[in-house]
C-alpha cells in the first residue's frame, strides 16, 4: 500500500509578491514535506493565494483564489484540515479587514468539520478589543495553536485562551534551507557587500532620511564597503529603496540595488552572500540570521524587537527614534566582527531552527493518530 495522503489548505499572505511571506510559505511547505515523509505520510498543500496561477507554478502544488468564495469554498471542502499562517496574519495595525478574513476562513473550514492549526503566528496588535472574543472563540476550536514569539503567546493569555494550549516556536523560515550550490556571487575579496531592506513606514520619510545618512557615513569611513538593495515586497520596496539610493551622492558607484526577486530561495541566496545586513523587514532579518549573517534591525513594529529579543539583541534604531552615526557605528562594528557575532550566535540560531520544525511534525502526527 502507499502512503496515507492527507490534503492540508494554507491560508496566509499568498501570492502577493511579498519575499518574507513566501518564504514563510515555501518554509511550511517544506517542513510538512518532510514530517509527512518521516512519519509515512504524503501531504497535499492546497495554498489560497491572491495569485493561483503564480503560486502553483512556483511551488508545484494546487492553489484557489484567496478572496472568491467559490474556489475558496472548494478549497476547504477538499481538504482535509486548514493552516491558517505563519506570518502577522491577526493584527489590525495595517487594516481592520485583516483580522475578519483569517478568522472567516478559520470558522468557515470549522463549519466543514476540518480540524483548523494556527502555524507560527505572530499575534497583534490587536487595537480594536472587540476582536478578542472573536478570535477566543475560533482559536478555542482549533486542534493546535502555535505562535512565534512569547509576546504573542502572552497577547492570546489576555483573551482568556489556556496558555498550556499555546506553543511558542520559531518562525517558520528560520528553517528555509539555501537551494543546492545556488547563490548570489557575493563580494570580491577586497569589498565587503552590506545588504539593505528598507519600507516606507513614516509619511514624512524621516526614518529613510536617517537610514541614508547612516549608509553615507559608512561608505565615507570604510572605502571597502558595498550597499546592496535587497526590496523585499514588490514593487514598493524597490521604490523605498530608491528613495535611498538617490540621498548617497557621490557614492553611487558602490551601491546597487537586486530588483525583481520573488522566490524566496532566491532572496536567501542574496542574503547569505552579504557581509552584514541591515533591515527594516522582519524577514530580511530572519534570513539573515539563519545564515549567521550580522545584522542591524531598525523596529517599525514590535515583530522586529520580539525577533532579535530571541538572539539577545536589540534594534539599532527604531522610525520613531533613529540615530544616525549610532547606527553607522554599530554597523561598522559587526562588519569588523562577523566571526565573533556568528560564534555568539551560533547556539541560539541552532536552537531556533531545530524548533522551526515542531508545528508541522505536530500536525503531521494529528493525521497520524
Not at 39 to 54: D, F, H, M, T, Y
Not at 68 to 73: H, S
Not at 144 to 164: F, H, K, N, Q
Not at 278 to 291: D, E, K, P, V
Amino acid at each position: 500500500m502507499g502512503a496515507k495522503v492527507v490534503k492540508i489548505a494554507l491560508s496566509g499572505y499568498y501570492g502577493f509578491d511579498n519575499s518574507g511571506d513566501e518564504a514563510v510559505l515555501q518554509s511550511i511547505l517544506f517542513a510538512l514535506e518532510e514530517q509527512g515523509r518521516e512519519q509515512g505520510i504524503r501531504i497535499e498543500p492546497i495554498v489560497l493565494s491572491a495569485n493561483p496561477e503564480k503560486t502553483s507554478a512556483m511551488y508545484g502544488v494546487q492553489s484557489y483564489h484567496r478572496m472568491r468564495p467559490g474556489p475558496l469554498l472548494s478549497a476547504l471542502r477538499e481538504a482535509d484540515g486548514l493552516i491558517s499562517g505563519g506570518g502577522s496574519l491577526l493584527q489590525d495595525a495595517t487594516s481592520s479587514k485583516t483580522i475578519p478574513y483569517y478568522l472567516a476562513v478559520l470558522k468557515i473550514a470549522q463549519w466543514l468539520g476540518k480540524p483548523t492549526f494556527i502555524y507560527s503566528q505572530g499575534i497583534g496588535p490587536v487595537n480594536r478589543r472587540m476582536f478578542d472574543g472573536w478570535i477566543r472563540g475560533v482559536f478555542k476550536r482549533c486542534a493546535y495553536i502555535s505562535v512565534r514569539d512569547t509576546e504573542s503567546a502572552e497577547l492570546l493569555g489576555t483573551m482568556r485562551l489556556p496558555r498550556e494550549r499555546i506553543a511558542v516556536v520559531p518562525d517558520p523560515v528560520m528553517g528555509l534551507p539555501l537551494r543546492g550550490e545556488a547563490g548570489a556571487s557575493g563580494s570580491a575579496e577586497d569589498a565587503r557587500t552590506v545588504g539593505v531592506s528598507v519600507r516606507f513606514w513614516n509619511e514624512d520619510r524621516s526614518e529613510l532620511e536617517a537610514l541614508s545618512r547612516s549608509l553615507a557615513k559608512l561608505l565615507a569611513a570604510d572605502s571597502s564597503v558595498r550597499l546592496r538593495f535587497l526590496p523585499f515586497h514588490l514593487p514598493s520596496d524597490e521604490v523605498a529603496s530608491q528613495f535611498v539610493i538617490d540621498r548617497l551622492g557621490d557614492h553611487g558607484s558602490r551601491v546597487d540595488m537586486v530588483p525583481g526577486i520573488v522566490h524566496p530561495q532566491d532572496m536567501l541566496a542574496q542574503v547569505a552572500a552579504c557581509d552584514l545586513l541591515i533591515g527594516m523587514r522582519l524577514h530580511s532579518l530572519i534570513y539573515a540570521a539563519s545564515q549567521y549573517v550580522p545584522m542591524v534591525g531598525i523596529s517599525y513594529d514590535p515583530k522586529i524587537d520580539q525577533f532579535l529579543h530571541r538572539l539577545g539583541m536589540k534594534a539599532a534604531a527604531s522610525t520613531s527614534r533613529f540615530d544616525a552615526d549610532a547606527l553607522a557605528q554599530e554597523a561598522a562594528a559587526l562588519l569588523d566582527g562577523r566571526e565573533a557575532w556568528a560564534a555568539s550566535k551560533r547556539a541560539a540560531i541552532e536552537e531556533l531552527k531545530a524548533q522551526a520544525q515542531f508545528p508541522a511534525k505536530s500536525i503531521v502526527s494529528f493525521f497520524n493518530k
